[in-house]
């Protein structure tokens, strides 16, 4: 059993269409993640939250757009996607982000699938 | 330069052996740094973390060396369910200690 869960774990959808993927982590961390993992890439970091402030954005793409409403709820709102974006995106979280005492152990969710058509 | 630099592999190697896994960071800032094992199709899940005086479980020895900014992870005795990939990651200082992968290092296991 996870801590961290990932919904869809798979989406498929067109490049006109608004989709959400969400993240829930039960294990009362600080700090969320999206990272985005692409075929014969490193995972690439997309965006980090600590304390439902956005710490970091890595120049992602306007069409994604994330959302965290409460400490443990993560979302990753998708528009206009091109098929480059097919990719899994993973969620995880840690239990501080800030400070060089920072551990980084990363809880990872099982990843949502991306396919764009 | 690439901040985390790892050899993609893959390493094949036969059951029993001894296999090394190297990987090279650019920010000497960096504070602590990990390996995690990614199998196929799953998430990254923490292998363990690299200290600066070594440290060992079971057959994974892990190892640092700052003044050469690299980290290495010693595998004995490979078994078949050690086919993976093996991630290293290091959290490089920016505003924040950001963790930060490299492109992983694939290990396959045979008989």
């Known amino acids: 059993e996870t801590g961290v869960t990932q919904t869809p774990r798979h989406l498929v959808m067109g490049m006109t269409n608004k989709k959400s993927l969400k993240c829930e982590q039960h294990?009362?961390?600080?700090?969320m993640y999206w990272y985005k993992q692409s075929a014969k890439k490193p995972l690439e970091l997309m965006f980090v939250?600590?304390?439902?402030?956005?710490?970091e954005n890595n120049s992602v793409p306007s069409r994604f757009s994330p959302e965290c409403p409460n400490s443990s709820h993560l979302f990753l709102h998708l528009h206009t996607l091109q098929p480059e974006d097919s990719a899994l995106y993973l969620c995880?979280?840690?239990?501080?982000?800030?400070?060089?005492?920072?551990?980084?152990?990363?809880?990872f969710g099982e990843g949502s699938r991306l396919t764009v058509l | 330069r690439k901040e985390v630099e790892q050899d993609p592999g893959p390493f094949n190697v036969p059951e029993g052996a001894t296999v090394a896994f190297n990987c090279t960071y650019s920010?000497?800032?960096?504070?602590?740094f990990f390996w995690y094992r990614q199998d196929c199709r799953k998430e990254p899940k923490l292998l363990m973390s690299?200290?600066?005086s070594g440290n060992e479980d079971g057959r994974f020895t892990a190892q640092l060396n700052r003044a050469s900014q690299y980290i290495s992870l010693l595998i004995r005795d490979s078994k078949l369910s050690d086919s993976a990939t093996y991630l290293c990651?290091?959290?490089?200082?920016?505003?924040?200690?950001?963790?930060?992968f490299g492109r992983g290092t694939s290990l396959i296991v045979h008989p």
């Open positions: 995880a979280s840690s239990p501080l982000v800030q400070g060089p005492a920072n551990t980084g152990e990363l809880f």
């Open positions: 294990l009362g961390h600080n700090a």
């Open positions: 939250y600590s304390l439902e402030e956005r710490v």
């Open positions: 920010n000497s800032a960096s504070q602590s």
């Open positions: 690299v200290y600066s």
């Open positions: 990651v290091v959290n490089i200082r920016g505003g924040s200690y950001i963790p930060t």
